[in-house]
């Protein structure tokens, strides 16, 4: 007996009848259309329009000059301080103050966390009492320091020196006590010894805390300045601000805190520098 097999009945599908493919536009990422303007000009919108909202309430009338100068004046009289070589020799014999109260505050904060922290000796005979001292207010020693170093320049820098020291104090010992244990067994089992293990294994991890440190470090440095220019102080930018305060010169008193400001920026941005450049070997997240 024979069978026929009838063969399947295949139509060919007709292109008219076959799915319409929809193309598909990859959409951009969220963050795309915000990097597409430069970082720099979003950073200046903010203090663009708090300089705008501000000058339109000084020509209205809403912002009497008496309490706070406009804009415009406060240009003006920023010109003329740095035409006349008044600002840059404020600026210029503060400086000077701050880097010195900077560089002796420096070396005594760094020995005193080295000493603590790679030593546990050391820690038991200087931490304590550095935990003490740096719970009294150092602003509050001010009529101390000027009964012991008198009113010249002695007070001002020992005031932005006790400052620094315990802000570098505090980050490098934690820095040097926040090493991995597993990188010390590291550095010991290829042969490090002691002062192998503190130059290439404790002192670099305690890099980051250090820079940390620093940072504080100089914002404090310029907050010590404020204080202790106004210990009779002859020359700087705290003597122009109160001369201008004994003056009602707002105008000028804005002038200088804009120059504290700047500078205290500058000092960010340096020590920004250096942590990008000292610290390659560490990849941070730097936001999305």
């Not at 501000?54 to 240009?75: C, E, K």
């Not at 006590?177 to 002062?195: K, M, N």
């Not at 192998?196 to 404090?220: C, E, N, Q």
């Not at 700047?262 to 941070?284: K, S």
Request: charged letters at 15%; glycine letters at 10%.
């Amino acid at each position: 007996m024979t069978v026929d097999h009838a063969p399947p009945d295949i139509s060919p599908i007709s292109i008219d009848k076959a799915p319409a493919l929809e193309t598909v536009t990859p959409s951009s990422p969220a963050g795309s259309r915000r990097r597409s303007v430069p970082r720099w000009l979003r950073r200046t919108v903010g203090p663009l329009l708090l300089l705008a909202t501000w000058q339109v309430l000084s020509a209205t009338g809403v912002l009497h000059r008496d309490i706070l100068a406009s804009p415009g004046t406060i240009a003006k009289a920023a010109g003329d301080l740095i035409a006349d070589g008044t600002l840059p020799a404020a600026i210029g014999i503060s400086l000077q103050r701050v880097a010195v109260g900077l560089l002796l505050g420096g070396v005594i904060g760094v020995t005193l966390a080295l000493i603590s922290g790679l030593s546990r000796l050391g820690e038991d005979l200087v931490d304590a009492t550095v935990q003490m001292l740096r719970t009294v207010p150092w602003v509050g020693l001010i009529p101390l320091f000027i009964i012991w170093l008198g009113i010249g320049e002695a007070p001002k820098i020992a005031l932005i020196a006790l400052g620094v020291a315990f802000h570098l104090y505090l980050n490098v010992y934690a820095g040097i006590r926040g090493v991995d244990e597993q990188l010390i067994e590291a550095g010991q089992s290829l042969g490090l010894g002691r002062w192998g293990l503190v130059r290439h294994v404790v002192l670099p991890g305690a890099l980051p805390g250090a820079m940390t440190g620093l940072r504080y470090s100089l914002a404090t440095s310029w907050l010590a300045l404020v204080f202790g220019e106004s210990i009779n102080a002859d020359a700087g930018i705290g003597f122009l601000m109160n001369q201008a305060r004994d003056f009602l010169r707002t105008d000028v008193i804005v002038v200088c805190l804009v120059v504290y400001a700047f500078l205290g920026l500058l000092a960010d941005v340096i020590v920004r520098t250096l942590e990008r450049l000292l610290l390659q070997w560490r990849p941070t997240f730097t936001g999305q």
